[in-house]
């Protein structure tokens, strides 16, 4: 009986690849969800009843879900980001969990640093006032001396560190995890987090978010910026305090903020979206051609691999494989 493999991730059908090839010619049966966004845990618990794996986007994988698919094997995130997933029910179920690590950091990098720069140029202001036909020209300010905090410098925050450092910028960092022979090729500080915030003029997240743990920036931090920093979160959206980035920006304890990562996707209408000093974009920031073919032929990989028997490097729940080994000398 060949293998059913459920792709609910919204880009994986995008772009002609090998992606789907590799499935094909393995023998799977490919089912397409036909999602046009993510798909809720009752969407999710009417198709996986007899699928073998999941190539995911950010569709809600609860135990619920984990629940209902018996066959399930494994859960392969079109991605780098897991947060919809219940890994521990995964785990509990014998489900390998997997990601595509090293597929958007590039991307994500690139949008980061654009964001900067439109912060840093006013172009969410700019842009309005000459669709209008107006010419109010707004100044802004240059990047080339100016200090960057990277929070994360995991390979999203070294794609981003070098661009940076190519513009001229100063590069400080804070990471629990610290790559003391990057940072001393590039020319990169590692500072204390409250450190990094005071002394940043703008501030990139590229951390992971844990569920039930509050927000990284939090009104706190946001007390800790300079009230001429911006901060930029191309990572995820719990990991900011929106309300109290909205005081702050609204009384002008800081000058602007760029946000691909929310809360709530899509956010609500007014809040944060109404200011002027809010750069907007729509969690785009692995979506690109590239991107997405790298993310999508690394998901079937690892789907493949999981479906053969084999141990996947790119599993975010390695100790399923001990789970696995446990049970079955129980059961000799």
């Known amino acids: 009986m060949p293998h059913k493999v459920l792709i609910t991730?919204?880009?994986f059908f995008r772009y002609p690849g090998?992606?789907?090839?590799?499935?094909?010619?393995?023998?799977?049966?490919?089912?397409?969800?036909?999602?046009?966004?993510?798909?809720?845990?009752?969407?999710?618990i009417k198709l996986v009843a007899d699928v073998d794996a999941i190539i995911a986007g950010g569709d809600c994988l609860d135990a619920a879900v984990i629940a209902a698919a018996p066959r399930l094997k494994v859960i392969s995130r079109q991605g780098v980001g897991y947060d919809a997933v219940d890994?521990?029910?995964?785990?509990?179920?014998?489900?390998?969990?997997?990601?595509?690590?090293?597929a958007n950091h590039v991307t994500v990098a690139e949008l980061a640093l654009g964001l900067m720069i439109a912060l840093a140029r006013q172009l969410q202001r700019?842009?309005?006032?000459?669709?209008?036909?107006l010419w109010d020209r707004l100044p802004g300010i240059e990047l080339a001396g100016k200090t960057l905090g990277i929070v994360g410098l995991g390979r999203i925050g070294k794609a981003l560190a070098t661009r940076a450092k190519a513009m001229e910028i100063e590069v400080v960092a804070?990471?629990?995890?610290?790559?003391?022979?990057?940072?001393?090729?590039?020319?990169?500080?590692?500072?204390?987090?409250?450190?990094?915030?005071?002394?940043?003029?703008?501030?990139?997240?590229?951390?992971?978010?844990s569920p039930g743990t509050p927000p990284l920036i939090g009104e706190n931090e946001i007390r800790l910026m300079k009230p001429t920093a911006?901060?930029?979160?191309?990572?995820?959206?719990?990991?900011?305090?929106?309300?109290?980035?909205?005081?702050?920006?609204?009384?002008?304890?800081?000058?602007?903020?760029?946000?691909?990562?929310?809360?709530?996707?899509p956010p609500a209408?007014?809040?944060?979206?109404?200011?002027?000093?809010?750069?907007?974009?729509?969690?785009?920031?692995?979506?690109?051609?590239e991107a997405s073919v790298r993310g999508a032929i690394g998901a079937a990989e690892n789907t493949l691999q999981?479906?053969?028997?084999?141990?996947?490097?790119?599993?975010?729940?390695?100790d399923v494989y001990e789970l696995a080994s446990a049970r079955a000398r129980a059961a000799i």
């Not at 995820?236 to 946000?259: C, Q």
């Not at 200011?275 to 979506?287: A, E, I, R």
């Not at 053969?308 to 390695?318: F, I, K, L, Y």
Request: proline share 5%.
């Open 18 to 44: 090998r992606h789907l090839e590799l499935l094909q010619e393995s023998g799977c049966e490919v089912i397409d969800s036909h999602a046009q966004r993510p798909l809720s845990q009752s969407e999710m």
């Open 174 to 209: 804070y990471d629990v995890l610290r790559d003391r022979l990057f940072a001393d090729q590039h020319s990169i500080r590692y500072l204390q987090f409250n450190d990094l915030l005071i002394r940043s003029d703008f501030v990139s997240l590229h951390a992971p978010a």
């Open 306 to 318: 999981v479906l053969r028997g084999e141990r996947c490097s790119d599993a975010v729940n390695p």
């Open 9 to 11: 991730s919204l880009s």
């Open 269 to 289: 209408p007014g809040g944060l979206l109404a200011l002027d000093k809010v750069l907007p974009t729509p969690h785009v920031g692995g979506m690109t051609h």
């Open 126 to 133: 700019q842009m309005p006032i000459a669709k209008a036909g």
């Open 230 to 265: 911006f901060l930029v979160n191309t990572a995820r959206g719990s990991l900011v305090d929106e309300n109290a980035l909205y005081l702050a920006l609204k009384e002008d304890r800081l000058a602007g903020a760029a946000l691909d990562c929310w809360q709530r996707e």
């Open 87 to 102: 890994v521990a029910a995964a785990t509990r179920a014998g489900v390998v969990v997997t990601t595509t690590p090293g």
